[in-house]
Each structure stands twice: as C-alpha cells, then as structure tokens.
C-alpha cells in the first residue's frame, strides 16, 4: 500500500462518515480525530498492530468521552486494512471483535441516551461494514498470493523446460559421442588391417600391397565425411548428415563386404521381414553389428564372425559370435557400453562375452509401441 493512501483515506473518509452518520458533535473534534488517525497511519506499514491499537484505542477515548457520537470500529477501517495485508488477520478480527463488544455493551448499559434498537442498529451496522472490509482485504491478498504463486510456478516450469531441453541436447551429444566413437575404431580396425597387408606383402607382391592400400585411403575417406558430419553436428547443434547411408540395415551388407576385405569371414544372415523394423531399431543394430566387427578385428584374432539377425513383428534379436581366442581378459570397455545403453535406452538388453567358439555378443530390441493411429 502506498504510504500515502492510508492517511489520506483516513483524513478525508473519518469527518464524512461522522457527518454521513450524524456522529459530528464539533467540528474541532471531528478533525482532531482526523488528524490524529492519519499521524498514526504514516507509520502502518512498519507497525500495523501498533498503529491499528493506537487508533482504535483513540476513537474509543473520543466516544466515551462524547467528543464524536457515532463510531466504534469504522473510522478505524484503515487501519484494519493494513493490518490485514501485513498478514494480521487474526489479530484484526480479534480487535475488531474486543471494540464492537465493548461498543455494544457501552451504548446498551452505559449511555443512557441510547436504547437496545438503537445499539443493535448501529453496532450491527459496524459489525457489517468491519466484515465486508476485512473480507475484500483478504480476498485482495488471496488474489495477490494466488498471482504469486502462479508466477513462481510459471518460472518454475519454464526452468523445467530449460532444464529438459539441455538433457536432450546433452542425451543428443553422447550418441553422437557414441556414433564418434563407433566411426573412429571401426576405421582404425579397417586401415590397420590393410596397413599390415600391405606391409607384409610390400616386397613380395607389390600389386597387393597398392590394393591394401587404394582400400585403406578408401575406408579412410568414408570416415573422414562422417567424422566431419558429426563434429558440424557438436559445433553448431545442427542434424547430422551422413554422405553414405550406412546407418541402417541397407548398410549391413556394405558393412560386411568391408571387413571382408581383411581377410575376415564374414557370415551375414537375416530372418524375418525388415519391414517390421522402424528406423531407431534399425541404426541400433547396424552400430551394435559394426561395434562387434571391430572388436573381432581388433581384439579376438579371429578368421571368421558369423552374424544372425532375427526380425520379428515384435522386436529384433542380434546375434555376433567370432572363432577366435582372447589372449586377455575381457572388459566392458567404451564400445561394449555404448553398445549396451544405446540398446538400453530402446528397452532393450545386451549380452557380451565369451562364446561356445570365441567372443558372443547378442542384443534383443524390442519395437517401439505404436498407437492404433499408427498401427
């Protein structure tokens, strides 16, 4: 409230109301207790209770003594509506209600020049007008705690929504993180293999170690594209574009054929309609199929992977099993965990680990539900 209102309400709203309801004896006095309330209501914010005793216990010095005729709690009003946005309610209603009892018991008992009608008239009338004006304070404060509480909870939701859209982007980083990592060791496997062809076959026979090589600066620049597709992607936010679309089932085969060409044989076998497949199951299957290729290559020293991929109308199951030997000991590095939550993270689970003829890895992805629209 404004540290002029108050006073001002008071100064103008006491001598019209007694005047309004006859209670003006003299017009000194009337002013007087004008004034006095307004010097009091300059302090309200500060001390609401104070400055609600204080003016009530003037008027009721004035009434008694006969100095104005009419008014118990009413020039107080004021006073009361502060009290009441300083969050004193009670303690309002509490002397509102001591200040009409003892007005009441006053002009009933006391004042011999009141009777009982007229008492009840004007008490009950007070009690009326106190009500009304406590009760529009209070509801004024509701409305001003209710829009308070809305904003908070406006900004609290917004700060929800911050908070979510930085997870997905954090969520969207790590698989693009995960895509990275998949990229890289999967060509370092490929160009180390024919680097040691070539190596191995340099003087012997110069022809195959030209075509180790043409097939290492090949596979070399398939990744260099999808490693700057995907760092554009971490600098500017932007949707990765792959030049070759090899991130899905349709890239399986050319998958295959390049691990082939190390000298490793590969066995690629599908069942069931790939049509079942939606997009997310299909490029978990095609990174968890080139995550195990490259782990065969680089870690089992094996001449042969056999992969076996089952489609159903429900979920896809794939199944990686090499002939080779570990000669160490088998860990969940980074390629066996970013295989294991990206198919976590479509409901499904991964297994990694020694096999009946060598290393296993087999993972079961169920379809995304769809709704009857969809289905």
């Known amino acids: 409230m404004n540290r002029f209102l108050a006073p001002a309400v008071t100064l103008v709203g006491v001598p019209a109301g007694l005047s309004i309801t006859g209670?003006?004896?003299?017009?000194?006095?009337?002013?007087?207790?004008?004034?006095?309330?307004?010097?009091?209501?300059?302090?309200a914010q500060r001390f609401p209770r104070t400055f609600l005793v204080l003016s009530l216990a003037t008027v009721i010095a004035m009434r008694t003594a006969d100095l104005i005729e009419a008014g118990w709690a009413w020039p107080v009003s004021a006073a009361f509506v502060v009290a009441v946005l300083a969050g004193r309610l009670r303690f309002a209603l509490v002397a509102g209600g001591v200040t009409?009892?003892?007005?009441?018991?006053?002009?009933?008992?006391?004042?011999?020049?009141?009777?009982?009608?007229?008492t009840l008239a004007h008490v009950g009338g007070e009690t009326l007008w106190l009500a009304a004006v406590l009760a529009v304070a209070t509801a004024f404060v509701n409305t001003r705690r209710w829009q308070g509480e809305m904003a908070l909870r406006l900004e609290q939701d917004q700060h929800e929504r911050e908070l979510d859209a930085r997870r997905r982007r954090a969520e969207e980083r790590v698989g693009i993180a995960r895509d990275l990592h998949d990229v890289v060791s999967h060509t370092l496997a490929v160009v180390g293999v024919h680097l040691?062809?070539?190596?191995?076959?340099?003087?012997t026979d110069p022809e195959e170690a030209r075509s180790s090589l043409r097939l290492a600066q090949e596979v070399r620049g398939r990744a260099m594209t999808d490693l700057k597709s995907l760092v554009d992607v971490l600098r500017e936010g932007g949707a990765p574009v792959i030049a070759e679309p090899a991130d899905d089932?349709?890239?399986?085969?050319?998958?295959?054929?390049?691990?082939?060409?190390?000298?490793?044989?590969?066995?690629?076998?599908?069942?069931?309609?790939r049509s079942y497949v939606p997009a997310a199951v299909a490029t978990a299957i095609h990174r968890v199929v080139q995550?195990?290729?490259?782990?065969?290559?680089?870690?089992?020293?094996?001449?042969?992977?056999?992969?076996?991929?089952?489609?159903?109308?429900?979920?896809?199951?794939?199944?990686?099993q090499d002939d080779g030997s570990l000669t160490e000991t088998v860990v969940d590095g980074n390629g066996i965990v970013g295989m294991r939550e990206r198919v976590a993270a479509l409901g499904g689970a991964l297994t990694a680990g020694s096999g009946k003829t060598g290393f296993a890895v087999r993972a079961t992805i169920p379809y995304p539900s769809l709704s009857p629209e969809q289905g």
């Not at 399986?252 to 069931?272: N, Q």
Request: cysteine-free; charged content about 20%; overall charge negative.
């Open 249 to 273: 089932l349709d890239g399986l085969e050319r998958l295959a054929d390049r691990m082939r060409a190390t000298g490793l044989t590969v066995s690629l076998t599908e069942f069931g309609e």
């Open 23 to 43: 209670g003006t004896i003299d017009t000194t006095m009337t002013f007087t207790l004008a004034a006095w309330l307004a010097v009091f209501a300059f302090f």
């Open 196 to 203: 040691n062809v070539a190596l191995d076959a340099f003087d």
């Open 100 to 118: 009409l009892l003892y007005g009441a018991i006053w002009d009933g008992f006391a004042d011999i020049n009141h009777g009982v009608e007229w």
């Open 291 to 320: 995550e195990s290729l490259t782990n065969t290559v680089r870690h089992a020293g094996a001449s042969r992977v056999v992969v076996t991929l089952r489609y159903t109308p429900t979920s896809a199951v794939v199944d990686v």
